[in-house]
């Protein structure tokens, strides 16, 4: 059974860089069937999507975040990363990576990782 | 951007209920259209994708239904686990967005 795990520094001050990774399990990454992608749920907010990664590095970015967003990924490893960079407390949210089923994320095999913590503060 | 939108916000029911959640979008999305379920401190949990389609080992109550803008989810015969909240996902175009989210409460 896939299972994703995010992992991060939880605490970031403002203008500094958010590096989060996501560890996968019981599966491979390196699969054509599936895209790689990262969540956030602002406070008491709904949810965002920032973005996904095939396994050949192929990007996708929600155009908000565009400018301040890189996604990565590390086959040897089994992970993908997300670097958010010159955040503010804007950035403070929980972040889910997940792995998009078939057409995408919200397609059939989609799975969600337990999300992360990140807060932005001095 | 496709806008994404849900009513209610919050739904007030009781075990045994019949609970329909609406989701629309601002445009077309054809049948690419998911459901999940969220309950506190956990990961969003997909029940349906291309709007009426069920996922693996997701309980026979839950269903979809919709095309294009419009888009159901009912709940048939309630259950105490299913007090949770619920979103819409579109993944037609990029960036791929949510609805606001509907939380379903006991009665």
């Known amino acids: 059974q896939v299972r994703l795990q995010e992992s991060g520094p939880g605490l970031v001050k403002p203008s500094q860089t958010l590096s989060l990774t996501c560890i996968v399990s019981g599966g ?76 995408g994320l919200g397609g059939r095999g989609t799975i969600w990782g337990q999300g992360t913590q990140a807060i932005v503060s001095s | 951007d496709i806008e994404m939108s849900q009513s209610p916000s919050t739904l007030s029911a009781s075990v045994g209920d019949r609970v329909t959640i609406t989701c629309g979008a601002s445009q077309s999305v054809s049948n690419w259209l998911a459901w999940y379920q969220q309950k506190p401190g956990k990961a969003p949990k997909l029940l349906i994708y291309k709007a009426s389609s069920s996922e693996s080992g997701v ?33 037609h175009d990029y960036p791929w967005t949510f609805g606001q989210g509907t939380k379903v409460e006991i009665k």
């Not at chain 1, 590390?74 to 993908?80: E, G, I, L, M, V």
């Not at chain 1, 407390?89 to 889910?96: K, P, R, V, W």
């Not at chain 2, 009912?74 to 007090?83: A, E, K, R």
């Open chain 1, 28 to 103: 491979s990454i390196s699969t054509a069937s599936y895209d790689w992608s990262w969540i956030r749920q602002l406070p008491g907010k709904g949810l965002e999507w920032i973005g996904y990664i095939y396994y050949r590095g192929t990007t996708e970015y929600n155009p908000s975040l565009k400018s301040r967003v890189a996604i990565s990924i590390d086959t040897s490893k089994n992970q993908f990363s997300l670097n958010l960079t010159s955040v503010t407390a804007a950035d403070t949210a929980l972040y889910f990576c997940a792995r998009g089923g078939l057409g």
């Open chain 2, 59 to 91: 309980p026979s109550r839950f269903s979809g239904s919709g095309f294009e803008t419009d888009f159901t989810l009912t709940i048939n015969s309630l259950q105490p686990d299913d007090f949770a909240t619920y979103y819409c996902q579109q993944y």
